[in-house]
């Protein structure tokens, strides 16, 4: 089977002096919460700073999100909408978050608030509890009330996010990585990183490859960098049988003589989280292995990506391809139909 791995990578870096960092988030899939519940975030550097050295604004964020990752919506058509009120329980802000989906073109996939902490020393984490959620469907001319069933659940998740705005210096401590839910790579966040170089290369299991180093997998073949100021990245596993190698360095600031800041990086970091050894993940059955297809992948900042898979028959002509925009989770599906000579007659496709 012909099978095409095809990385486009598209590097947009911003610098600032005084970015926003991102030090932690935290993922709640939506039918682990409801109403009542509560939602928590903290940011994990702060016992870490030096009062001296630091000046803080910490602030903190919410977003509900519809992803569509498992398009769950492909299947009918149904109209629903989400709305949840999340409240601090300390300063008492409350903001509602709407999802909804509506194919007349209207949908809202994802909803933000940001919340300010009392300013205190000591505020270094929040906690929120939700006080209203409401789901609704569309019968045809109203919205009217609707249960968990009416909606894509496992497509909705929230993210908490503590933000702060402050120069710290970069530590030379090495962040070290871990694999979660099969497909998902983290990294510990290091003090003073305002963003990550991540980087991973596929070896395939028939590449004529010795391990020697950690280094030695991305010598032997051109890896795919992305850079982001988050702490993980989901993976798109569409690889033949091999294996992927992984490594992450922190950006951050530096200070010269005279206290000057110098925006700099640190040295690649290989080694696992948990255990001892390198990351690496293997991959032990082909993608689609009785199929021939062609695998497009573009990235541009934060890790932010627009993929595509083409199917192919015998004499390699495509016949089918999917293509999303993880920004927005859309979905476009076309497909090609030949004559019996083997021309394009008839091409057609749909957008979820």
């Known amino acids: 089977m012909n099978k095409i791995l095809v990385f486009l990578l598209t590097l947009l870096s911003c610098l600032f002096a005084n970015s926003q960092e991102l030090l932690n988030t935290s993922r709640y899939q939506l039918a682990n919460i409801g109403l009542g519940s509560t939602v928590f975030m903290e940011d994990p550097l702060k016992s870490m700073e030096v009062a001296a050295d630091n000046k803080?604004?910490?602030?903190?964020r919410l977003e509900l999100v519809y992803d569509r990752n498992t398009h769950t919506d492909i299947v009918g058509s149904t109209n629903w909408r989400l709305t949840m009120n999340f409240k601090n329980t300390v300063t008492l802000q409350e903001e509602p978050l709407v999802v909804?989906?509506?194919?007349?073109?209207?949908?809202r996939y994802s909803s933000w608030a940001d919340f300010k902490t009392t300013g205190q020393p000591l505020d270094y984490n929040m906690t929120w509890s939700v006080t209203q959620m409401v789901i609704e469907k569309y019968n045809g001319s109203a919205w009217v009330t609707a249960t968990l069933s009416d909606i894509p659940i496992a497509d909705i998740h929230l993210e908490a996010m503590a933000f702060n705005d402050r120069i710290v210096k970069l530590s030379t401590i090495a962040p070290?990585?871990?694999?979660t839910n099969g497909n998902e790579l983290n990294w510990t966040p290091v003090e003073g990183a305002v963003e990550y170089d991540v980087e991973w290369v596929f070896i395939h299991e028939l590449d004529q490859f010795i391990y020697t180093t950690a280094q030695s997998p991305?010598?032997?073949k051109q890896g795919v960098r992305i850079t982001t100021y988050k702490h993980r990245h989901v993976l798109d596993l569409v690889y033949p049988k091999g294996t992927l190698y992984f490594r992450v360095r922190p950006r951050g600031y530096v200070f010269r003589t005279g206290n000057k800041e110098v925006y700099s990086y640190n040295s690649w970091s290989y080694e696992k989280k948990s255990?001892?050894?390198?990351?690496?993940l293997t991959i032990t059955a082909d993608y689609e292995g009785k199929k021939n297809w062609q695998y497009n992948v573009a990235y541009a900042q934060n890790g932010l990506s627009s993929s595509s898979i083409t199917y192919y028959d015998g004499s390699l002509r495509a016949r089918q391809q999917l293509s999303q925009q993880k920004s927005t989770g859309q979905l476009l599906a076309t497909a090609s139909l030949y004559d019996y000579e083997g021309r394009s007659s008839v091409q057609y496709g749909y957008s979820f």
């Open 56 to 60: 803080v604004d910490r602030r903190f």
């Open 100 to 107: 909804e989906f509506t194919p007349s073109g209207t949908s």
């Open 176 to 179: 070290k990585l871990s694999i």
């Open 218 to 220: 991305f010598d032997f």
């Open 275 to 280: 255990g001892s050894g390198n990351m690496s």
